[in-house]
Protein backbone atom coordinates (compact mmCIF):
# COMPACT_ATOMS: atom_id res chain seq x y z
CA UNK A 1 0.00 0.00 0.00
CA UNK A 2 1.36 3.27 -1.07
CA UNK A 3 0.60 6.35 1.29
CA UNK A 4 1.62 10.16 1.03
CA UNK A 5 0.85 13.10 2.97
CA UNK A 6 -2.09 14.49 1.88
CA UNK A 7 -2.38 17.78 3.93
CA UNK A 8 -1.58 19.23 7.08
CA UNK A 9 -3.81 21.67 8.97
CA UNK A 10 -2.17 24.35 10.98
CA UNK A 11 -4.04 27.12 12.87
CA UNK A 12 -2.44 30.45 12.36
CA UNK A 13 -4.06 33.94 12.92
CA UNK A 14 -2.16 36.13 10.28
CA UNK A 15 -3.44 33.71 6.79
CA UNK A 16 -2.54 36.44 4.45
CA UNK A 17 1.03 36.70 5.80
CA UNK A 18 1.32 32.92 5.32
CA UNK A 19 -0.24 32.39 1.71
CA UNK A 20 2.33 34.74 1.36
CA UNK A 21 5.58 33.34 3.01
CA UNK A 22 4.21 29.80 1.05
CA UNK A 23 4.15 31.17 -2.74
CA UNK A 24 7.14 33.79 -2.55
CA UNK A 25 9.84 31.42 -0.71
CA UNK A 26 8.38 27.76 -2.05
CA UNK A 27 6.08 28.99 -4.71
CA UNK A 28 3.46 27.22 -3.41
CA UNK A 29 0.28 28.62 -4.91
CA UNK A 30 -3.03 28.76 -3.26
CA UNK A 31 -5.13 25.42 -4.64
CA UNK A 32 -8.08 25.75 -3.14
CA UNK A 33 -10.17 28.24 -0.67
CA UNK A 34 -13.29 28.03 1.66
CA UNK A 35 -14.99 30.70 4.04
CA UNK A 36 -14.44 33.87 4.57
CA UNK A 37 -12.95 36.05 7.32
CA UNK A 38 -12.31 35.69 10.08
CA UNK A 39 -12.62 31.40 9.24
CA UNK A 40 -10.72 30.89 6.07
CA UNK A 41 -9.37 27.80 4.73
CA UNK A 42 -6.83 27.61 2.03
CA UNK A 43 -4.89 24.80 0.88
CA UNK A 44 -1.25 24.96 -1.16
CA UNK A 45 0.25 22.68 -3.05
CA UNK A 46 2.26 19.88 -1.29
CA UNK A 47 -0.54 19.16 1.12
CA UNK A 48 -0.57 22.30 3.25
CA UNK A 49 -4.07 23.22 4.95
CA UNK A 50 -3.79 26.78 6.14
CA UNK A 51 -6.94 27.21 8.83
CA UNK A 52 -7.34 31.05 10.01
CA UNK A 53 -8.37 31.13 13.54
CA UNK A 54 -7.87 34.92 14.89
CA UNK A 55 -9.63 33.99 17.71
CA UNK A 56 -8.09 30.95 19.00
CA UNK A 57 -5.67 31.37 22.16
CA UNK A 58 -3.29 28.50 21.79
CA UNK A 59 -0.25 28.57 19.77
CA UNK A 60 -0.52 29.01 15.97
CA UNK A 61 0.96 26.51 13.59
CA UNK A 62 0.55 23.53 16.37
CA UNK A 63 2.91 21.43 14.47
CA UNK A 64 6.13 19.33 15.38
CA UNK A 65 7.88 20.31 12.05
CA UNK A 66 7.28 20.18 8.65
CA UNK A 67 9.24 18.99 5.80
CA UNK A 68 9.53 20.40 2.84
CA UNK A 69 11.62 19.17 -0.07
CA UNK A 70 13.00 21.82 -2.89
CA UNK A 71 15.15 21.14 -6.08
CA UNK A 72 17.48 24.85 -4.87
CA UNK A 73 17.59 24.83 -0.97
CA UNK A 74 19.93 27.90 -1.46
CA UNK A 75 17.38 30.22 -2.72
CA UNK A 76 14.23 29.01 -0.47
CA UNK A 77 16.85 29.88 2.27
CA UNK A 78 17.88 33.15 0.95
CA UNK A 79 13.97 34.16 0.40
CA UNK A 80 13.18 32.83 4.12
CA UNK A 81 15.84 34.57 6.13
CA UNK A 82 15.00 37.50 3.62
CA UNK A 83 11.46 37.60 5.13
CA UNK A 84 12.65 37.41 8.48
CA UNK A 85 12.91 33.68 9.98
CA UNK A 86 14.82 32.47 12.73
CA UNK A 87 17.09 29.82 12.76
CA UNK A 88 16.74 26.74 14.67
CA UNK A 89 20.02 25.17 16.81
CA UNK A 90 19.46 21.98 14.30
CA UNK A 91 21.04 24.05 11.10
CA UNK A 92 20.85 26.32 8.60
CA UNK A 93 18.02 24.51 6.62
CA UNK A 94 16.08 24.65 10.16
CA UNK A 95 14.20 27.87 10.96
CA UNK A 96 10.68 29.19 12.78
CA UNK A 97 8.28 31.67 11.23
CA UNK A 98 6.68 33.87 13.28
CA UNK A 99 4.09 32.04 14.32
CA UNK A 100 6.07 29.34 15.56
CA UNK A 101 5.87 26.74 13.09
CA UNK A 102 9.28 24.52 12.41
CA UNK A 103 10.69 24.03 9.07
CA UNK A 104 12.73 22.03 7.84
CA UNK A 105 13.92 22.69 4.12
CA UNK A 106 14.99 19.20 2.48
CA UNK A 107 16.54 19.05 -0.64
CA UNK A 108 15.21 16.90 -3.77
CA UNK A 109 15.65 15.71 -7.04
CA UNK A 110 13.77 18.16 -9.62
CA UNK A 111 12.66 15.36 -12.06
CA UNK A 112 11.03 13.62 -9.04
CA UNK A 113 9.69 16.55 -7.64
CA UNK A 114 8.09 17.98 -10.87
CA UNK A 115 5.92 14.55 -10.98
CA UNK A 116 4.83 14.49 -7.85
CA UNK A 117 3.86 18.44 -7.77
CA UNK A 118 1.61 17.17 -11.65
CA UNK A 119 -0.05 14.56 -9.60
CA UNK A 120 -3.68 15.44 -8.86
CA UNK A 121 -4.87 12.25 -6.73
CA UNK A 122 -7.98 13.95 -5.64
CA UNK A 123 -11.59 13.52 -6.51
CA UNK A 124 -13.02 16.58 -8.76
Not at 46 to 60: H, S
Not at 73 to 87: F, P, S
Amino acid sequence: MASYLEHMALRVKDLDWHIRFFEEVFDMPVRMELGEAPNRKVWLHAGIQLNETIDYEGPEGRADHMGIMTEDVDEVLEKAYRLGVKELPQGHNWFTLPSGLCIEVIAGKRDVLKEIIEKKPWIE
